[in-house]
Structures are given as structure tokens and as C-alpha cells.
């Protein structure tokens, strides 16, 4: 039927080229030779303006119904019409969108494209109910006729921001001449929109007149992606409204977008060049295709059955490994949904989604192409592989998933060539590996598939080093390749034989493994590994390399012939596998000790790390620091010799790490130590601008000391900044705590300092909690913010103004509790399983919800509290940590989450959280934990952790105040 099927479209392409003569626009290559205009949106290619409606799939309306539609239909030189253009949902419907809410990434748009390919949108039909694209077994089994080829990012970041924005208009008005469609990102939500005018300061106004144009951002708000279809630099827009035309203002690309054509310009609209100039994020990620020729897919489909109680859950992993190289080919395979409603289980032929991820109960046969995995693969070389097909249930839902049957057909022959064993297990949490029954082949074949060695010798983190008199092993990987199992109850053994690297032979005995009998022989696809045990001078099966060189390994399998049915016989190609391997002189290398210039520097004064070594040894030597808080600051990669040197741009404490290594062994050694980086110190020379006027007498003159003090002319300086407070408590206090801060060795006395706190995760040391200056060098500051802090000090001269900043060496921790755990709730997010969105309430009174408050009165919500241990101790493991959900104080009819079991415990809040999500899933009168409003207004929601006490020994009990935490939900 597929051939018939080609042969017919064939046919068709043939007659519409006939009768359909299209020019195709020459590359233009040079700036010069771009015309002033281009319009591709009137090729007949280009498909009609559509509307993506409420769903969020910019992305697929750009990148599969604009930009794909025009490149196919132009590579096949047919007119794009309603019956050939392609279905952007069913590339949208293969993404977690939340029921349609959700954009896609516009890269996996590309790669499923390339992939998997795409039907034609009149073989598809869309649910909008659902949210699901469906359709007949053979179109999703055909649309790898339809594919990308390549597809490519024409914008280089770097380049771009050095080159500006000229550089972006130029390159997307080269792609345009060209002949190329251009998707690209935009903010649609913050477009300035404006009307094109008649005016004689543009020659293409008058005929645009009337035309929105889009002249700059607003912000950066609602993300989408649209399609430039041309540009024309005869267009002027006033952007300023100052009447005159300035500098940028000239010239717009013209779009297509995806509301329909009631939006602005019959769906299109025109961007000023001058808004891309004056804001570079107003396009980003340019990017084209190119397309595979029609039917360039192989036709050698993988068919899979599968059953499954949750496809999201599931995914097929396919690997084809070449039976005479050392290719390996492998793919994940995206399952997909079965479409299961009843009035499509009446037609005549079972239709399934094209989409995978989704919860619920599926079963169906799924088909892909086998030139997704191997290239150039047909029929002629498919019996040069071997295959092996993995089914897998990663056990995050409930239920189980399995293959009811698996096999591979030859379309182009019309039979089927193979298939994968099935045994119908049931998986959950659990993956299995089918092997491939081949049809095409007969018997069984071994092939050493790897060969490695184990150094017995070597004691340095880098294994694979060998030097002279290192004690070696070999181990090979047999694998049976061929269709049928080995006989039982024969040895299996494996000869080891080394050569120079010209195969001349060496003083080196051979060595062997002839230990291995598989008393139930080795199945079709099955490996095993055999290390050497007999052999050489000794007879355990290790040898050494007496002389440096390069040397060639070989593995023999089958050697003794113990196998002579082996396809290929003992003497088959794929028996023998061959390594390199590179002998090095055992020369010793070890340091004695390590020396530092100065473990007190000054700002831009070099640090010089030198290793001392036992000997004299050819060595490189790597040297980085990293902050106080653990951030990289610096590091320099391995230059020549045993020292290295560093300066540091900013005071503080840094941590310093030098690592030495031998250039021929690459055994290393390291050498750590914390630098103390101090403020530059400036000299400052006391100029005698006073002079002795004639007729002033010696004792009247006004003396050095009066006009310029030594104290007035240096520069401010300071030394440590630390805490006796939190020296004392082991750096760890309670929220609300005073800690008392004081700025060492300060060499002026009027001065006013104020403390400043950030977290250590915050690179722009973002002020959580800070004090106002204060007379002196000692600060109390209040501390409110739990989790792991920094401290910095800014010290002010009051004579000059002039600033110093010095950090607190260590990083301190704050907790609510001291002296044990305590649980509390620091957010609450309601699930709307109606509406798919989210609402997320914080413990201060804010919201942060993407799409706006969402919560209708009637909808299903599940409510969600994120818990912390606001303590300093981790609390108890292996326990229930359970929350319950009141409205408005009501116990009588509650929600909760009991199902929480933290085997290790609940960690103290630090910067990187340490917090669990605990999603209601039970309740006293909806069993599965979901509410819904009846009325309008605002409800205090109450999430009370711990509620059963099952951790008695958390500080202040279950009944703790912090325990129950209120949030104000409104319902709409």
C-alpha cells in the first residue's frame, strides 16, 4: 500500500510541475545586490494566514505551518493549498503543554521535525476539548516523507552584541533576498504599535497607508513567535512624531503572525528596522530550515504495541550496533497517546494521537521510520546491524507499561525481516532489553565488541597511563551477533597476542582466557566479558611492557575453534578487535613540598604557587580561585612548568587551589590554602604648596602640620571584618537575633560604617538586610532572613566621601530555631486541574501567578504547601511529614497530604532551599484532595504541618505557632 501510495504522489508532483512552471530566486550573496524589496508572503508557496486561537503554539505555527509549508512545497516546486500545507499540532501535541496553555521550545519543534517529521494538516484532526491531534495509523507511519533536514540559528549572540543591531537587519534581509522564511522571537504582549501614513518621505507609504507597523518594546512581556516573510526600505515611519524623518527611521520587514487575518494587516504587520536598533530584544533566535527531498525515508518501519497505563511515564530506546565497525546508533522514541474515544473506536481503522505525556490508559501500535536511527540504512545493508530494542517504565505514576509485540517490515519489499522477543512482562519502575530475532540470517556469530586493560601497577587517578613494568590484564566483550543461541556447554575462549605498532612480533608471551564453558550457551544479542587467566611467564594471565614504544593488542575470539558452526567460521573478521596502546619510561614524580609569595597580598599584587619537586620532571602546572562563598573566581588552565602565578582584582578571602601534573604520566598533586586579599595601599606625598611670604616672620609661618595632616592625606584603609557574636555561637543564630559586627584596623577615626547581608548564592549580592551608617567601626545588625547568609562591611571616610568595602571570611547560618528542627510552611500553591494553572501564595501576602489569578468558583484545585526546616538540626528519618488543609478554619471538612516519607530526613533551610512539596491527596470528604468554591470572595487557607504529630520531637510541638501559617486565596 506505501508503495502505491508514493508511486501515486509521485505522479501528481510530476504533473504539477508540468503545468505549474515557479521561478526560484538566486542566493544573493553581496549586500549591494539586495533589491530595496521583498515580498515572500505573495509566493504561491506560502501558505494563508491562520489562527492559532487559545492554544500556545506560536512556535509550531511559525516553525511548521509558515516555515515548513513554504520550504517543502518550494523543494517540490508545488503551490501551497489547504490540502498540502502541515499540521502544526501535530508537532505541538508531542510536547507536556498543559492541555494546550504552554508554549514549546522552538529548538525540539526543529529536532522533532528532523525526527520524526509531520503529516499534512487534512490527514490530521484537532481536539480542542482535548487538546489532542489524531489521525489514521498510516499517516503517522507515512509522515517521515516529510522532514527537516538541517536547520540552523543564523544569530550569534557574541557576535551580534559586538557587531549591533545593522549587523542583525542585514543578515535577516540576506536570508529574506534569498528566498528564505525567518522565524524569530519577539514580546507581543509589549509591542508599540503605530499606523503607517501617506506621506512623500516614504515612496512606499501611500500604497501601505493605513498598515500597522510595530516601532518599538514596551518591556519584555508575553513571549512569541512569529515569521518574517519580507522587508522594504521605502517605508517610513515616524517613530519620534516629530515630523522629520531621522536617522534609522527608513525601512521595515514585513510578518506573518498567527491570530488570523482580522489581526492588523490581514494577519500581517510591519516592524521598523529603527525598533530592532533601539532594542536588541526585540528579535531573537533568527532562524531556517532546509528540508529532506519528499520521501527520502527508508520505509524500513520499527512496529511497537504497547500497552500502558501512562505513556508520559514510558519511553522506547532503539540501538542498531554495526556488525563489522565499531558504529553504534541509538534514539529515544517518543510513545503516543491512543486517541480512545467511542465514536472513533467505531471507524475502520483505530486512530491514535500523535501526542505522548499524557496521563491515562493507552494502547495501540506506534511506527517510526528506521532512518531516523541509521542513516543511508535500506534493505540492501540492514543485515549489517544488529538491534536491540529497550522498553522502559520509569515508575514515577502508578501502573505498568509493556510490549505486547515489536517487530521490523521492509515496506519497500513488503515483509517483514524481523523481530524483537517480547514477553509481555508487565513493567513498573523497571526496563527491559528486547533482542532482535533477524529473519535475513541464520546461525550465530561472535564478535569481540570491546577490549580494555586494568594497570594493577598504577596508583594516580589517571588509570590508562602505562609505563615500563606496570602489571597488566586484559578483558574483551563477546557479544553473539548473529540470530541464534550458542551451543551449550563449550568453552569460549579468547587469545590475546601483542605487536609492535607495525604487527611485527615482540618479546612478549601471549596471554589468554579459557575458563569461561556457558553451560546454557550465549543467546542472540547477549555479551559477556573475559578477563585473561592464563599465560605469559607466570601463567595468571598478566604481563608487563619491558620497553617504552607503541604497541598494537589483539583479542581472538573463538581462537581454538571450539565453536566451528560459527557463521564466518573462527576466522570471521568481526573475531578479532585491535587497540593501540602507547608505553611510557617509568620516571618517578612526586612533590616535596609547595611554596607561596605571599599568603597576604595586596590588590593586583602577584601570588606566585611553586611546587618543589623530588626530581627533575617534565611538568605543567593549573591554578584557580574560588570566593569565600565558594563561587569561581579565577583560574588559569595548565601552563608549562612547576609555578604559576595570580593577581586578584577585589579584596576578601579567596580559597586558592594549585595543581601540578606530570606532562608524560599525568599523576597529579594539589595544593590548597585560603588567601587573605587586601585593599591596595596608595602613596601619598605631602607637597609644601605653603610658601613664607617676605614680610612674615619664621615663628608666623603656617607650618606643614596646620594646613595638610598626615592623618588627611592617606588613604582609608581597613583590615578584617569580624563577630564575636557569631564567633561565639559557632556562626549560627536565630532569626531576629542582633549580631554585632566591628571593622579591624581602621587607620582613621572619623569614620561611619554599615552592614550589609546577601546570600551566597547571589552573584549581584543582593541586600537582604542592612543597617544605616553609623559613627565608629562597630555595628549592631538586626538579622530577619533565614538561611545561609554573607556579611560585608562599607566603611565611609567622612572627611573625603571615600568608600571601603571589606566581607565577613565565613558564611553564616540563620534559623528560627536553634537547638533542634522546626517545620514550617513557606508557600502554598493551588493546582487548578480545570483550567491546568497554577496560583502560588507566599507567607508575606504576595502571589506570583504567570496567567493571573485563575480560581473560578466550581473548578477542581488541589492545594500544595511547601514545607521547610526552619531549625538548625535535621530532623528525624523515616517518618511522615503530613500536612492539613482548612478553609476558613473548618475541620470538619479538610484536605491533606499523607503520603510523604523522608528517609534521610528534612535538612535546615539554607540558600538552596532544602524545602519538600506536599501535594494534597486525600480528604475527609473528596477522597483524592480536591476542593471547589461554591461562591466568590476571598478564603483564608490554612496549611498546618506536622498536624498528627508524628515528629513529637519537633521544637514547640505539632501545636507550634509557625506550624499552621494562613494564606487569603480569591475566588473569582
Not at 502505491?4 to 553581496?30: D, H, N, Q, W, Y
Request: proline fraction near 3%; glycine fraction near 6%.
Amino acid at each position: 500500500m506505501r508503495k502505491k501510495f508514493k508511486k501515486v504522489m509521485a505522479s501528481l508532483l510530476a504533473l504539477t510541475l508540468a503545468i505549474t512552471p515557479i521561478a526560484i530566486p538566486k542566493e544573493v550573496k553581496a549586500e549591494s545586490n539586495m533589491p530595496s524589496a521583498v515580498d515572500l508572503s505573495t509566493s504561491p508557496y506560502f501558505p494563508e494566514i491562520e489562527n492559532q486561537g487559545r492554544v500556545g503554539c506560536c512556535v509550531a505555527m511559525s516553525e511548521v505551518y509558515y516555515q515548513f509549508t513554504y520550504e517543502m512545497n518550494k523543494s517540490m516546486n508545488v503551490p501551497s493549498t489547504r490540502d498540502n500545507v502541515f499540521s502544526p499540532y501535530a508537532i505541538y501535541n508531542m510536547f507536556d503543554t498543559y492541555n494546550g496553555i504552554e508554549g514549546i521550545d522552538d529548538s525540539e519543534c526543529y529536532e522533532v521535525l528532523q525526527t520524526y517529521g509531520v503529516p499534512l494538516w487534512k490527514d490530521t484532526n484537532y481536539d480542542f476539548s482535548t487538546d489532542n491531534c489524531y489521525a489514521d495509523n498510516d499517516v503517522w507511519s507515512n509522515r517521515t516523507n516529510y522532514r527537516v533536514s538541517s536547520y540552523s540559528y543564523e544569530t550569534n549572540a557574541s557576535f551580534f552584541n559586538c557587531a549591533g543591531a545593522d549587523a542583525k537587519i542585514k543578515e535577516i534581509k540576506k536570508l529574506l533576498t534569498n528566498g528564505k522564511i525567518v522565524s524569530f522571537s519577539s514580546y507581543a504582549r509589549s509591542w508599540n504599535l503605530g499606523t503607517i501614513t501617506d506621506s512623500s518621505n516614504g515612496s512606499s507609504n501611500k500604497a501601505l497607508t493605513g498598515d500597522r507597523i510595530v516601532y518599538g518594546l514596551d518591556g519584555q512581556q508575553g513571549p512569541h513567535r512569529v515569521t518574517f516573510v519580507g522587508y522594504d526600505d521605502n517605508i517610513w515611519f515616524d517613530s519620534n512624531y516629530n515630523g522629520k524623518v531621522d536617522d534609522g527611521e527608513m525601512g521595515a520587514f514585513k510578518f506573518a503572525n498567527s491570530w488570523g487575518k482580522s489581526w492588523a494587516n490581514d494577519g500581517y504587520c510591519w516592524m521598523t528596522y529603527d525598533s530592532i536598533r533601539k532594542d536588541f530584544n526585540m528579535v531573537d533566535n533568527i532562524s531556517t530550515i532546509n528540508v529532506a527531498p519528499y520521501n527520502s525515508d527508508s520505509d524500513i518501519k520499527l512496529e511497537v504495541d504497547v500497552d500502558s497505563a501512562c505513556l508520559h511515564d514510558s519511553f522506547l530506546e532503539l540501538t542498531a550496533y554495526s556488525k563489522y565497525t565499531e558504529q553504534k546508533f541509538k534514539v529515544d522514541l517518543v510513545p503516543f497517546y491512543t486517541y480512545s474515544q467511542s465514536d472513533l473506536r467505531k471507524s475502520k481503522s483505530q486512530k491514535f494521537y500523535c501526542r505522548g505525556f499524557i496521563t491515562g490508559e493507552s494502547n495501540g501500535t506506534l511506527s517510526y521510520d528506521l532512518g531516523v536511527l541509521i542513516p543511508e540504512i535500506n534493505h540492501s545493508n540492514f543485515n549489517d546491524f544488529y538491534y536491540e530494542l529497550t522498553v522502559v517504565d520509569s515508575g514515577n505514576e502508578e501502573g505498568y507499561t509493556s510490549l505486547n509485540n515489536a517487530y521490523i517490515y521492509d515496506y519497500n519489499e513488503n515483509r517483514m525481516v524481523g523481530n524483537f522477543q517480547c514477553t509481555k512482562e508487565e513493567l513498573s519502575n523497571n526496563s527491559q532489553a528486547l533482542p532482535f530475532i533477524n529473519y535475513l540470517c541464520d546461525g550465530y556469530d561472535f564478535k569481540v565488541t570491546d577490549l580494555k586493560y586494568t594497570n594493577h601497577t598504577i596508583t594516580s587517578d589517571d588509570k590508562n597511563i602505562i609505563s615500563t613494568g606496570d602489571i597488566l590484564s586484559l578483558t574483551s566483550t563477546v557479544q553473539n551477533v548473529g540470530c541464534r543461541k550458542a551451543p551449550d556447554n563449550t568453552k569460549l575462549g579468547v587469545l590475546y597476542t601483542i605487536t609492535d605498532e607495525n604487527g611485527n612480533n615482540v618479546n612478549i608471551p601471549n596471554v589468554w582466557s579459557d575458563s569461561y564453558v556457558n553451560k546454557s550457551g550465549l543467546d542472540a544479542h547477549k555479551s559477556v566479558e573475559l578477563t585473561s587467566n592464563g599465560g605469559a611467564n607466570n601463567g595468571n594471565g598478566t604481563f608487563s611492557f619491558s620497553e617504552p614504544g607503541t604497541y598494537k593488542i589483539t583479542a581472538w575470539v573463538n581462537d581454538t575453534n571450539d565453536f566451528p558452526d560459527e557463521l564466518g567460521g573462527r576466522f570471521s573478521s568481526n573475531n578479532k578487535f585491535t587497540i593501540t596502546v602507547t608505553v611510557i619510561p617509568n620516571t618517578p614524580f612526586e612533590v616535596e613540598s609547595w611554596d607561596i609569595s605571599n599568603a597576604n597580598p595586596a590588590v593586583g599584587e602577584p601570588v606566585t604557587i611553586t611546587a618543589n619537586l623530588k626530581e627533575s620532571s617534565d611538568c605543567e602546572i593549573s591554578i584557580s580561585a574560588v570566593t569565600a562563598g565558594y563561587y569561581q573566581y579565577k583560574s588559569y588552565d595548565f601552563a608549562d612548568g612547576n609555578t604559576a602565578t595570580m593577581t586578584f582584582d577585589d579584596p576578601g578571602i579567596y580559597y586558592l587551589t594549585a595543581r601540578v601534573r606530570s606532562k608524560i604520566t599525568k599523576i597529579a598533586f594539589s595544593y590548597a590554602l585560603r588567601i587573605n586579599v587586601q585593599e591596595a595601599q596608595e602613596t601619598t606625598m605631602v607637597e609644601e604648596t605653603t610658601t613664607v611670604p617676605e614680610t612674615t616672620t619664621v615663628e608666623e609661618t603656617t607650618t606643614v602640620e596646620e594646613t595638610t595632616t598626615v592623618e588627611e592625606t592617606k588613604p582609608l584603609t581597613v583590615g578584617k571584618l569580624t563577630s564575636d557574636t557569631l564567633t561565639n555561637t559557632n556562626n549560627k543564630v536565630k532569626m531576629n537575633d542582633t549580631i554585632n559586627f566591628k571593622v579591624n584596623d581602621v587607620n582613621k577615626s572619623n569614620v561611619a560604617t554599615k552592614i550589609i547581608t546577601y546570600s551566597p548564592w547571589d552573584k549581584y549580592r543582593t541586600p537582604l538586610d542592612e543597617t544605616d551608617f553609623v559613627s565608629g567601626t562597630s555595628v549592631d545588625l538586626k538579622v530577619t532572613q533565614t538561611g545561609q547568609l554573607c556579611a560585608y562591611a562599607i566603611v565611609k571616610d567622612l572627611d573625603s566621601g571615600k568608600t571601603t568595602e571589606v566581607k565577613f571570611d565565613d558564611v553564616f547560618k540563620c534559623y528560627e530555631t536553634v537547638g533542634g528542627y522546626d517545620f514550617t510552611v513557606k508557600q502554598l500553591t493551588c493546582e487548578n486541574y480545570t483550567t491546568g494553572k497554577n496560583t502560588i501564595y507566599y507567607s508575606d501576602g504576595t502571589m506570583n501567578n504567570f496567567y493571573s489569578n485563575d480560581i473560578h468558583v466550581g473548578d477542581k484545585i488541589k492545594f500544595g504547601a511547601t514545607v521547610y526546616n526552619v531549625g538548625d538540626v535535621t530532623s528525624d528519618s523515616g517518618k511522615k511529614l503530613g500536612v492539613q488543609f482548612q478553609i476558613n478554619g473548618n475541620t470538619s471538612d479538610i484536605t491533606w497530604c499523607d503520603s510523604f516519607y523522608n528517609p534521610n530526613g528534612l535538612l535546615p533551610i539554607s540558600g538552596s532551599n532544602n524545602g519538600v512539596y506536599l501535594l494534597a491527596c486525600g480528604g475527609s470528604v473528596n477522597k483524592e484532595g480536591y476542593v471547589t468554591f461554591s461562591q466568590p470572595g476571598t478564603y483564608n487557607i490554612t496549611a498546618w504541618v506536622n498536624d498528627t504529630n508524628d515528629y513529637a520531637s519537633e521544637y514547640g510541638g505539632y501545636q507550634a505557632d509557625n506550624n499552621k501559617v494562613t494564606f487569603k486565596v480569591v475566588v473569582k
